[in-house]
């Protein structure tokens, strides 16, 4: 069965700073990759997804992922951080069974 | 209107009590899950079902029980509730593999 590592609990960025969320996945075969945002009060909203082809996807919200296969990760980044960029950010690992599992998530506060 | 709704969005009950979550959605999608959400432990799955007659069992499935009463609807009791129910819960549904979620708003769950 597949799973997730989120390492980071949480995160504190300044404002116009980088971010960067750290995923890692076991799965035996090539997995589905994913990455949700939860704002508080809300459902998961997708971020960005990985089935094949280019290791580097573009999400919504200014966010990208790369898959690296030989680090078994998927982290998100986004160059500059928005106030609004606070959230909880869930990576999910999907295989051919069509079930997601989570990672733990990680708590990322904006500062001013 | 959401494309997944879930009733009702908080509920707070008694030991022993039963308790009903609904959830229903018009993206026309085939397959549906529950997920419960505790701080710290991300969304672990709890049942999903690929058709009408089609029900499985998640992660964490004891003391749940679920009927899907038509494509578009897929309901999770808790048959006596206890306090390590209190929890917040999510349906979600997906199309064809890989399995892409869409998550409801969550329905907050409290178990005295």
């Known amino acids: 069965a597949q799973s997730v590592t989120q390492p980071d609990i949480h995160i504190t960025v300044s404002e116009g700073a980088s971010l960067e969320l750290r995923c890692n996945y076991s799965?035996?075969?090539?997995?589905?990759l994913f990455w949700y945002v939860q704002s508080p009060g809300q459902g998961l909203q997708l971020l960005l997804k990985y089935f094949s082809g280019d290791t580097l996807v573009q999400g919504i919200k200014g966010f990208e992922a790369e898959f690296k296969r030989s680090q078994s990760s998927f982290n998100l980044r986004k160059p500059s951080v928005h106030w609004s960029d606070a959230a909880e950010y869930f990576c999910?690992?999907?295989?051919?069974?069509?079930?997601?599992?989570f990672g733990a998530g990680t708590t990322v506060t904006v500062r001013a | 209107d959401a494309d997944v709704t879930q009733t009702p969005r908080n509920r707070i009950t008694k030991t022993g009590k039963r308790i009903m979550l609904e959830c229903s959605q018009t993206k026309g999608h085939d397959r549906m899950y529950w997920y419960r959400q505790d701080p710290g432990l991300g969304l672990q799955l709890i049942y999903y079902?690929?058709?009408?007659?089609?029900?499985n069992k998640g992660e964490i499935s004891d003391g749940y029980s679920v009927s899907r009463q038509a494509q578009a609807k897929f309901s999770l009791s808790l048959e006596s509730a206890i306090p390590n129910q209190t929890a917040l819960y999510f349906c979600?549904?997906?199309?064809?593999?890989?399995?892409?979620?869409?998550f409801g708003e969550g329905s907050r769950l409290t178990v005295l």
């Open positions: 079902s690929f058709d009408v007659k089609d029900i």
């Open positions: 799965y035996g075969a090539t997995p589905y």
């Open positions: 999910a690992v999907g295989a051919n069974d069509y079930k997601l599992s």
């Open positions: 979600a549904t997906s199309d064809f593999p890989p399995g892409e979620l869409f």
